[in-house]
């Protein structure tokens, strides 16, 4: 640990970097298209789709989605905005606030996954073989985790 990175680790870092940013910029620019939805939008309403209820706890989704409570307090009046979602409060918590999909967010979801999932694949999954592919969600998963337990998260 420590030091400048080594040939091996700037190759490694420099791929994942540059795939990292261009995936991104071309999964933002299809689902702005196709469903009026930031990449990040889409993550809300796909965690908020797959969660119980189809909700959670706005601490819990900002640690799911990587954002500031801020940020994600944005977001979601964006997209409460938009019919897509809507807040509750919980009963039992003063403090807690629910973000809730919508049917109508569950709907411009469903409209959103197909495109979303076909360019992913297009752009990542199909490119890779099958140890390719291992290979990368074995090391992204380790270094999620170990991000992951790091952070305040509930």
């Known amino acids: 640990m420590g030091g400048p990175l080594n040939a ?13 940013t261009l995936l991104h910029q071309r999964l933002d620019q299809q689902l702005k298209r196709d469903a009026g939805l930031s990449h990040l939008q889409y993550e809300i309403l796909a ?17 799911a989605v990587s954002n500031s409570k801020s940020g994600l307090t944005y977001q979601i009046g964006q997209l409460e905005q938009a019919g ?23 709907a411009r979801l469903a409209q959103a996954e197909p495109g979303h999932v076909a360019l992913v694949r297009e752009l990542l999954l199909d490119v890779l073989t099958p140890d390719q592919l291992s ?11 170990g991000m992951l337990a790091a952070e305040d998260c509930p």
């Open 8 to 20: 091996r680790e700037k190759r490694a870092w420099n791929a994942f970097r540059s795939t990292f």
């Open 135 to 145: 290979a990368l969600a074995d090391g992204l998963g380790e270094a999620s985790r």
């Open 47 to 63: 965690r908020l789709g797959g969660a119980p209820g189809r909700e959670l706890r706005m601490a819990e989704l900002a640690c």
């Open 84 to 106: 897509l979602v809507r807040r509750r409060a919980c009963e039992s918590d003063v403090r807690a606030v629910y973000a809730v999909l919508t049917d109508e967010g569950a």
